[in-house]
C-alpha cells in the first residue's frame, strides 16, 4: 500500500504554455501533499504544502501565481506551471501524507519530468 | 535552523564491498530520521525510518543507525550490488512542524563492476 502517482511522468512545453502535473495517492487519503522541485545534482527543495480544501503554503521565494496549486479531493493535487520558461526546467516530484502511523510518514511520487524550450 | 548534513557528496566503490554513508542534522525537537534512496529520474524511495527511541534499523543490505545523543545516524550498505548505485538522502522530521521534512543533500553512491 502506500503507492503515490504522478502524471505525466515527462513534459515538454514551448516557453510561455501552462503545464499541469498531478499527483495522486492511490490507496490511502492525503489531507497534505508537497510538492518539491529538484534540480540536477541537487537534493529535494520544498516548494508549497498543499491542504484538501483550502489554500496552499508557499515556501519563501516560490511563486504563488506562476505555481497553482489546487488540493480539490483527499487523493489529488495538481501544480501548474503558468507561463513556463526554460528555467522552470526541473525535475516536480510530489509526496502525500499518510497520517495515522507513529512515524508520520510521507510517500513520494515517481517525478515528473520538466523541460521547457 | 534545522539543517541536515551528509558526507561523502559522492562515493564510487566497487561491486561486492561495503560502504557506510554518515547523516549529521540539527533539527529539534527531533521525530523521527529516514534514509531514502533515490534512483536518477526517478522519486526518493524508503529504506529505513527510526524514532527517537530506535538505535538500528535494517532492511535487507541496507542497516541504519541513529544515535540521538550526538545526532547523526549512518546507513551502512553490505555486498554492494551494481543497482545500488543511486543517491542517498538523509532526512529529519521535527515534532510539530506541519510534517515538513529537513532533507540532506544527499551522497551519491556509484558502484562498479
Known amino acids: 500500500g502506500a503507492v503515490v502517482s504522478q502524471h505525466p511522468s515527462w513534459v515538454i512545453c514551448k516557453s510561455g504554455t501552462s503545464v499541469k502535473i498531478e499527483c495522486r495517492s492511490l490507496?490511502?487519503?492525503?489531507?497534505?501533499m508537497f510538492w518539491y522541485r529538484q534540480f540536477p545534482k541537487q537534493s529535494l527543495m520544498l516548494m508549497a504544502t498543499?491542504?484538501?480544501?483550502?489554500?496552499?503554503?508557499?515556501e519563501q521565494g516560490v511563486e504563488k501565481d506562476k505555481f497553482l496549486i489546487n488540493h480539490a479531493s483527499l487523493t489529488l493535487s495538481t501544480l501548474t506551471v503558468t507561463s513556463a520558461h526554460p528555467e522552470d526546467s526541473s525535475f516536480y516530484i510530489c509526496?502525500?501524507?499518510?497520517?495515522?502511523?507513529?512515524?508520520?510518514?510521507?510517500?513520494f511520487g515517481p517525478g515528473t519530468r520538466l523541460t521547457v524550450l | 535552523k534545522n539543517q541536515v548534513e551528509q558526507s561523502p557528496q559522492s562515493l564510487i566503490i566497487l561491486e561486492g564491498k561495503n560502504c557506510t554513508l554518515q547523516?549529521?542534522?540539527?533539527?529539534?525537537?527531533?521525530?523521527?530520521l529516514r534514509w531514502y534512496k533515490q534512483d536518477t529520474g526517478r522519486g526518493p524511495v524508503s529504506l529505513t525510518i527510526?524514532?527517537?527511541?530506535?538505535n538500528t534499523k535494517s532492511n535487507g543490505r541496507y542497516t541504519a543507525t541513529l544515535d540521538a545523543d550526538t545526532k547523526q545516524s549512518s546507513l551502512h550498505i553490505t555486498a554492494s550490488q551494481l543497482s545500488d548505485s543511486a543517491s542517498y538522502i538523509c532526512?529529519?522530521?521535527?515534532?510539530?512542524?506541519?510534517?515538513?521534512?529537513?532533507f540532506g543533500g544527499g551522497t551519491r553512491l556509484m558502484v562498479k563492476p
Open positions: 509526496s502525500a501524507h499518510r497520517g495515522g502511523s507513529s512515524y508520520n510518514e510521507q510517500f
Open positions: 490507496d490511502f487519503q492525503a489531507t497534505t
Open positions: 498543499s491542504n484538501e480544501g483550502s489554500k496552499a503554503t508557499y
Open positions: 547523516c549529521n542534522y540539527t533539527v529539534s525537537p527531533f521525530s523521527n
Open positions: 527510526m524514532t527517537f527511541s530506535e
Open positions: 532526512v529529519v522530521s521535527a515534532h510539530n512542524a506541519g510534517n515538513m521534512l529537513t
